[in-house]
């Protein structure tokens, strides 16, 4: 009788538990946001925006430091009183994210007014995402990446695929709808993974022709309809470096916006030393090659500025921190190292 009561005291307590956790309480507000016109117009009143031009997000240099602001509903119909159709450009907002305290956030483009009328009002500027990622503090760049996908999907998805008539945003943002053809549309993001490939005591990293001179990351592609996660890893290796993967495990997965909103399932992968000759697919690559150890650490600590030699020339550097690149080319070291 006694081992009942204490299963059942752990069952409500675990559901207590559950029932007051801030992060699902944070959820379940958000889903009635999505699902609730009339409270995510009620939320937008007393709401925060994060602004957009053209894609490009708002920042405030402080020091050294840049800011990725937060605007209250309040301070955006004061900047929207210097154009027409106010209330209109509100409604083009979409549902980011919320506090813990349910504080709903915003994000809103602003790209057919006037920049720099903005940039003067609140004493920043608009900057290129691929910029603002790597300089905001590292709790702003999701968010960043994420709001300006919604953004970018909602401006492509305006026009019904199957009537091409126009589709309408719902508050939140979290759809598009055809009232001729009755179809619903939702965002969504493409599979991409990326693969750091070693033969046990190297890594193979590679460049594109558009890559900033003298950066090398890891191999990525967009998984092909029908494929899994697998399939696509050995797939990339073959195509790209003419290796053929032995085995592979899975690291960890990231958001990233570019060139849309795009889903990084992030892969180590080995292939036989033995059989680790490169035969580089020159249409995908400029340049693919193995790195040592200790080639690896020195330029994990350079940057873009630090890799340009005298002779114009450029040592190899990394994709910073932010980048899924970086945390794989970090645990490979790690395991070499322990």
């Known amino acids: 009788m006694a081992a009942v009561y204490q299963a059942l005291h752990r069952r409500v307590s675990s559901l207590i538990c559950r029932l007051h956790s801030t992060y699902v309480r944070k959820m379940r507000y958000l889903n009635q946001l999505k699902e609730d016109d009339s ?56 549902l980011v994210g919320c506090s813990d305290e349910h504080r709903a956030h915003f994000a809103l483009d602003l790209g057919a007014l006037d920049k720099s009328v903005i940039e003067s009002e609140l004493q920043g500027s608009f900057t290129d995402l691929r910029k603002a990622l790597f300089v905001v ?29 126009p589709t309408q945003k719902n508050p939140a943002g979290s759809k598009r709808v055809c009232h001729a053809s009755g179809v619903t549309y939702y965002p969504q993001m493409s599979p991409v993974v990326i693969t750091l490939v070693s033969d046990g005591s190297r890594c193979l990293l590679a460049r594109q022709p558009s890559f900033p001179p003298g950066m090398f990351t890891a191999l990525s592609g967009f998984c092909d309809v029908g494929e899994n996660v697998e399939d696509t890893v050995r797939r990339e290796v073959a195509e790209e470096v003419g290796l053929e993967v032995e085995s592979l495990r899975y690291a960890a997965s ?11 399932i992030a892969c180590h992968a080995l292939v036989g030393a033995q059989r680790a000759e490169i035969s580089m697919d020159s249409l995908e690559l400029e340049e693919a090659r193995w790195f040592g150890l200790e ?10 500025s630090s890799s340009k030699q005298e002779d114009g020339s450029f040592l190899p550097w990394f994709p910073p921190k932010q980048a899924i690149a970086h945390q794989l080319i970090r645990e490979w070291v790690q395991q070499q190292t322990a």
């Open 295 to 304: 080639e690896i650490v020195e330029g994990l600590k350079r940057g873009p």
């Open 137 to 165: 503090d590292g709790k702003d760049s999701p968010l960043l990446a994420s709001a300006q996908s919604l953004l970018r999907w909602h401006d492509a998805h305006q026009y019904c695929s199957k009537t091409g008539q």
């Open 39 to 94: 409270l995510c117009r009620q939320a937008q009143s007393s709401g925060t925006f994060y602004l957009f031009h053209n894609l490009s997000p708002f920042l405030q240099k402080v020091g050294k430091k840049y800011l990725v602001p937060q605007l209250s509903a309040a301070e955006m119909k004061g900047i929207l009183e210097k154009f027409q159709e106010c209330e209109q450009w509100m409604e083009k907002s979409v």
């Open 254 to 264: 990231q958001h990233w916006p570019f060139p849309s909103s795009s889903l990084m």
